[in-house]
Nanobody, 112 residues
Framework: QVQVVESGGGLVQPGGSLRLSCAAS????????MGWFRQAPGKQRELVAT???????NYADSVKGRFTISRDNAKNTVYLQMNSLKPEDTAVYYC??????WGQGTQVTVSS
């Protein structure tokens, strides 16, 4: 059975940093494009960043230059380093290690 567990969310002041982790188990995702999405209250879920099996990355314009996605295939884990956080980054962040698998989400709140 596949399990996807995000961690690392929390409350941070504007300008601060957080690192999200997503650990997947039950099968290997080394051949899949892995991604992070987020959903703010009252808004649709949106793409934040993806990383291909070969390491190519893609970012939403709103996070370019501030967020970095990375992966460790040996650990079946994908990370999201978030720097220079803004209040508008507040959302529940979801990991998607492959098209049909989602984590339960982790809350990120950016507020002073």
């Amino acid at each position: 059975q596949v399990q996807v567990v995000e961690s690392g969310g929390g409350l941070v002041q504007p300008g601060g940093s957080l690192r999200l982790s997503c650990a997947a188990s039950g099968r290997s995702f080394s051949g899949n494009t892995m991604g992070w999405f987020r959903q703010a209250p009252g808004k649709q879920r949106e793409l934040v960043a993806t990383i291909s099996s070969g390491g190519s990355t893609n970012y939403a314009d709103s996070v370019k230059g501030r967020f970095t996605i990375s992966r460790d295939n040996a650990k079946n884990t994908v990370y999201l380093q978030m720097n220079s956080l803004k209040p508008e980054d507040t959302a529940v962040y979801y990991c998607r290690p492959a098209l049909t698998y989602w984590g339960q989400g982790t809350q990120v709140t950016v507020s002073s």
